[in-house]
């Protein structure tokens, strides 16, 4: 290459680096406005592993309590996951009306009473299943098997970086575990990996992986350079002996470039550099991530999940798009997420109180900076549960409807969309909405018309909602 074409070259990846940032290319050399103005360029998903209770949290249920322990009918063959139906089950936490809009929150979420005023509502969102790894693919993916990218990937293809040293969309798991699925809830199916979400950790000792060298007596710096040479040399054989294959070269600079961004995230997790006020108000614990959490507690639940809290909003402030905070890992027993077979009680509250502390907060900081208003917070569950006990102090699955709630990025605060008297199915079964309905109505805050943004794989012109979703033109 001759200087001229060098200069050349560099000069396009420099345009094309600017046309990424500023939302002009859904792809490698493909230029391609944004399809109308946004009102929003950042997504914060908050998802409750296990499938939360919209009974007991958000959707009020007064005839729940009038018929406690009665013999419980809806008129209609009840079709449950793991149980029989059995008698109706009042909340075990009260419900009392918070700010202007005078609405209805449980005990447990009553944290976010103060910002209630700046949330949107929607309580008749329908499933298609009641099997967690289905379910929670659905919402995060908007297909309910494995294959296909999630929302983050899409908006990160969509719109790109802000920040060329920062990844466009971050992982904040729980810090027990995976949920249902693991990495697939933030995978790239078909899009290029680099849409992928990075994992990061929070508190934990080793936020990033793979990184750096693990400590050990064996490896020095000297050995970990001589490994990453001879790594180099096998990769240079490999080249010469594929000339005009680049997807090697293509590769390995994606890697480096990856490592770049996931060093230069660590300032960002460092929220010893925020203000006291600030971490009173996310709820971190004197203690640190160090607190005990041998069993489900509020405060341990607060610090987790507020950490994670802050940690976005120093994310989304340096310009990373889309940032996916867990509360709940998969399975396992004691209960560590929000799937309450045996005890809604035990499990529901210091997970509900910990989330709703952090996420006030999160709401009230984002707001209190000029944030919100170009930031969605989606809060989301796999499904609901239903309004019968499972056994005595517990409920199943229900995906015939649940609760999401959005704030900021142009959203209208209020309720769209209503259970029926039991909070078991909508209450025009008609007029429904699905997770398509919530992604085509997020991608059109952020400029993207859903039907547009696809990508041909295996022959058929995918997208994010499939062949589905319209705009829930009146929350906006």
């Not at 009306?97 to 449980?106: N, T």
């Not at 802000?162 to 899009?191: C, I, M, Q, Y």
């Not at 199915?425 to 991608?443: C, E, G, W």
């Amino acid at each position: 290459m001759n200087r001229r074409s060098f200069i050349g070259t560099m000069g396009s990846m420099a345009l094309g680096s600017m046309f990424f940032r500023d939302g002009l290319l859904g792809s490698p050399g493909v230029v391609q406005p944004l399809h109308h103005k946004p009102k929003a360029k950042r997504v914060i998903q908050l998802f409750m592993a296990g499938a939360t209770s919209h009974v007991d949290t958000f959707d009020y249920k007064p005839l729940l309590g009038q018929r406690d322990g009665e013999s419980w009918d809806p008129g209609e063959a009840v079709e449950l996951f793991q149980s029989r139906p059995g008698a109706t089950f009042a909340s075990p936490w009260n419900f009392n009306p918070y700010g202007q809009s005078g609405k209805m929150l449980s005990d447990i979420v009553a944290p976010l009473g103060e910002v209630v005023d700046d949330m949107s509502f929607i309580h008749n969102l329908v499933g298609k299943t009641g099997v967690h790894s289905q379910a929670t693919l659905l919402q995060t993916t908007g297909f309910n098997f494995a294959g296909f990218p999630s929302a983050g990937s899409w908006v990160s293809y969509a719109l790109g970086s802000e920040n060329d040293d920062l990844p466009t969309f971050v992982v904040l798991p729980d810090h027990r575990g995976f949920a249902s699925n693991g990495a697939k809830n933030w995978g790239t199916g078909f899009l290029p990996a680099q849409h992928q979400g990075t994992l990061i950790r929070p508190g934990n000792p080793t936020p990033i992986t793979d990184l750096h060298p693990p400590k050990s007596s064996f490896i020095t710096p000297e050995s970990d350079q001589a490994g990453l040479n001879l790594l180099n040399r096998l990769n240079s054989i490999h080249a010469a002996e594929r000339e005009g294959d680049n997807r090697l070269s293509a590769r390995v600079r994606a890697y480096e470039l990856a490592g770049a961004m996931q060093l230069s995230a660590s300032d960002a997790l460092d929220v010893s550099q925020e203000p006291q006020y600030i971490q009173d108000m996310y709820g971190l614990a004197p203690e640190g991530p160090g607190v005990n959490d041998s069993v489900l507690n509020t405060k341990a639940e607060t610090e987790f999940f507020g950490r994670k809290c802050l940690v976005a909003r120093r994310l989304l402030e340096r310009g990373v798009r889309f940032v996916q905070i867990w509360s709940g890992n998969d399975n396992g027993f004691p209960r560590r997420n929000w799937d309450s077979h045996e005890n809604l009680k035990r499990d529901h509250e210091p997970l509900a109180l910990g989330m709703a502390h952090g996420t006030a907060a999160l709401i009230k900081d984002l707001k209190q900076r000029g944030m919100l208003e170009d930031t969605i917070i989606l809060w989301t569950t796999e499904f609901g549960r239903m309004p019968c006990s499972q056994g005595s102090a517990g409920r199943d699955h229900n995906p015939f409807v649940f609760t999401n709630w959005i704030s900021g990025g142009g959203f209208k605060p209020g309720t769209y969309g209503e259970s029926d008297e039991w909070g078991y199915k909508p209450q025009d079964r008609s007029n429904y909405t699905s997770v398509y309905d919530i992604h085509a109505t997020i991608l059109h805050q952020l400029g993207i018309d859903h039907e547009k943004l696809t990508v041909r794989n295996n022959s058929i012109d995918r997208r994010l909602t499939d062949v589905h979703g319209h705009l829930l033109s009146d929350m906006i």
